[in-house]
């Protein structure tokens, strides 16, 4: 069915108004062909390959013939490929090889629920095996060792649903013993090289980090490092001999720094450093348990060597490529590397690196498609918020057009303790490709740059963190390069939260909105969180304010959204999972109850099959395709055209409020 032009269906923006502006437009007329939704949004063709223990087998995730993403083996080598699992509908994104080089594992949820199960593949019979068939029981994996080869030690909350329990499971028999009881507080385990449970890290009533140690699991539990909620602290592996640990600490610093320290002495060394960003990906031998790599990304991301046995490999494969690399996986005998290069105007590339000859093999791009497109350049740059503070941010602007003046779409991303990184990033290409400048803020409270940086941000949801967007907004303004006029706001999670923030508290900045599932009330968030989050809830109440504390009652107040709805007078788009156990249905449609009481315009889509974000094609594609449209009625963009009332084999739910 075509589009419907009329002001109250969702696709109605009047795509052949803005292919005609566009075609009057010299500037626009600049821009590069459109690169169609589905190479943007669709199944990659190829992505996260996992070489297996004994280096014989490839494997990675592909889309089979009814496009659901399943897991695929090769043999090395050979041209055997094959998939090995069957999914039905979701599509499978998270898995590994067990140590015994026989077995795939992979989890999967249902309509993103994230209560994951764990499944094993038995590649010889090619058996599919649910082992943590429990209902309404989330799994996740807390550790393997190539030592023990037929064992997982997991996490599930069977017992009771607020707590994490460690559980070991034999592969061949599947069987599922306790391992390690939760004694009320713990939020995340580790093991040590002998396999054994040694190390809980429990975030303190006060919202601090507490890390217990046990000598061995006969041992009681012993409280090692204790910090309040300024600290950054995060407990990674043990030594192989157990008798030191590797963590990210801020003790003694502003930037979290990776530091080796002894359990029984407290003897520290610090490992590797940076006085303007935290630690990022640190890379570990898995049996010789040494430190062999640390990140460091205050814009784009680079390598501290820390084991000189590794220096060769690191500048070798920094030869491969100009974009930045993480090593992903390896085999056991430590001379096969899997490699991946992200990079601003291209695919995910992936490359083998063999420790031996010191070369590097390409092995696929995670979207071929995207190869010879004419990509925009994603900018590192620092903007100084109002009081100060550096906002590290990324410009993306669009290609063939002069860089001013243009429309621009803040994209502010979730957590809030999270961060924005360089590299490929399909939105940022979307809107620079639409005509539209990206601008990425790592705001207050965004981890990776340091403890004041991420503490600047605590209760200040809809105050000083929603200032740095509106300041870094503004800088882009001041620059020349964004229109004041046709400046959206679009994000999710949090980011969602900061879009409906944005057009309640600061109207006047923003042509319009894209909320992804965010939440509208702060009290009604906490409320309804997962009961697995209960050991965190102390975190939530230092960073974003106590719900239940009077003397944060009015803070909470203000942030809400929800209870500001009357202000949102700019046009507005909102899309939700019904499955979302982090940010509930609810939160969406009691502002969109208020937007419709007070006689406003939102549009509302609701996906019954999603959760916390859409992970089926179908559904992404469908709620793009409506931002687009709705973008392009209010900025002036271009868009694609589209057909049809959704996207086929969307589950799209629509409800559109005035006119």
């Known amino acids: 069915m075509n589009i419907r032009l009329s002001g109250t269906d969702p696709f109605a923006v009047t795509v052949a108004l803005a292919l005609l502006t566009a075609a009057t437009s010299t500037a626009r007329a600049e821009l590069p062909p459109l690169i169609p939704r589905e190479v943007l949004f669709g199944n990659p063709e190829r992505v996260s390959p996992q070489i297996s223990p004994d280096g014989k087998r490839l494997a990675w995730i592909a889309p089979n013939t009814n496009n659901v993403l399943q897991v695929w083996i090769k043999t090395v080598g050979k041209e055997d490929d ?46 599919i095996r649910d082992y943590t068939a429990y209902q309404g029981v989330r799994a996740q994996v807390t550790a393997t060792d190539p030592n023990f080869p037929d064992e997982l030690l997991l996490e599930l909350n069977v017992r009771r649903r607020e707590l994490f329990d460690v559980y070991r499971l034999n592969l061949k028999t599947g069987a599922l013993v306790l391992d390690t009881e939760n004694p009320g507080d ?43 909620p300024d600290e950054i602290l995060e407990f990674l592996d043990f030594t192989v001999a157990g008798k030191s640990a590797f963590l990210k600490s801020s003790i003694g610093s502003d930037t979290a720094r990776l530091v080796e320290k002894n359990i029984a002495t407290g003897g520290e060394k610090v490992l590797a450093s940076s006085d303007e960003v935290d630690a990022g990906n640190v890379l570990i031998h898995p049996k010789k348990h040494v430190v062999e790599a640390v990140a460091f990304a205050p814009g784009r991301a680079k390598w501290a060597v820390v084991d000189p046995s590794v220096k060769a490999d690191f500048a070798g494969i920094a030869q491969l490529n100009d974009g930045d690399f993480v090593v992903v996986n390896r085999d056991d005998r430590d001379t096969t590397w899997l490699v991946a290069f992200t990079s601003d105007r ?5 490359y083998s690196w063999d420790r031996v000859s010191q070369k590097g093999t390409f092995l696929f791009v995670h979207q071929p498609k995207l190869e010879g497109l004419q990509l925009a350049a994603m900018e590192p740059v620092i903007v100084k918020s109002r009081d100060g503070l550096n906002l590290h941010c990324y410009l993306t602007r669009p290609c063939g057009v002069p860089p001013k003046n243009v429309p621009m779409v803040l994209f502010v991303h979730g957590g809030p303790w999270a961060r924005d990184a360089w590299g490929y990033n399909s939105y940022a290409q979307w809107f620079a ?19 004041k940086f991420l503490n600047a941000g605590n209760k200040q949801w809809g105050l000083k963190m929603h200032d740095d967007l509106i300041d870094a907004v503004d800088w882009a303004i001041q620059q020349g390069y964004a229109d004041p006029k046709r400046v959206a ?11 409906l923030a944005g057009l309640t508290f600061t109207p006047e900045k923003f042509a319009c909105g894209v909320d992804i599932v965010g939440p509208s009330n702060l009290r009604t968030l906490i409320h309804s969180i997962p009961p697995y989050w209960k050991p965190i809830r102390s975190l939530f109440d230092v960073r974003m304010g106590n719900v239940d504390d009077p003397n944060d009652a009015e803070l909470i107040k203000n942030a809400s959204p929800l209870l500001k709805a009357d202000g949102i007078v700019r046009p507005l788009l909102i899309g939700q999972g019904a499955n979302d156990p982090r940010v509930k249905q609810a939160e969406s449609e009691q502002i969109v109850e208020a937007i419709e009481k007070n006689s406003g315009r939102v549009t509302y889509v609701l996906y019954p099959d999603e959760g916390h974000g859409f992970a089926r094609p179908e559904n992404r594609i469908d709620f793009n395709a409506r931002a687009e449209a709705f973008l392009a009625q ?22 559109v409020i005035g006119k």
């Not at 015994?100 to 090619?126: A, C, K, P, R």
């Not at 699991?217 to 012993?222: G, I, L, Q, T, Y």
């Not at 990425?440 to 409270?445: H, L, S, T």
């Open 346 to 350: 291209g695919p995910i590339r992936y």
């Open 433 to 451: 490709n639409r005509g539209y400048a990206c601008l990425q803020v790592n705001y207050r409270a965004s981890t990776g740059y340091g403890k």
């Open 489 to 499: 706001i679009m994000g999710g999670s949090y980011g969602g939260y900061a879009t």
């Open 634 to 655: 209010n900025l002036g963009g271009r868009a694609e055209p589209i057909q049809g009332e959704k996207y086929p084999g969307s589950t799209a739910v629509v409800k």
């Open 82 to 127: 094959r998939v090995v699992t069957a999914d039905k509908k979701r599509g499978i994104r998270q898995y590994f090889w067990a140590e015994d080089s026989q077995t795939v594992i992979y989890l999967q949820d249902v309509d993103g629920d994230e209560n994951w199960h764990v499944y094993g593949v038995d590649l010889v019979s090619g058996n």
């Open 186 to 228: 713990v939020a995340g385990w580790a093991a040590d090289p002998k396999f054994q449970v040694r190390a809980a890290q429990i975030q303190t009533p006060d919202g601090g980090t507490e890390i217990r140690i046990r000598d061995d699991v006969k041992a009681p539990w012993k409280s090692w490092i204790k910090v309040g």
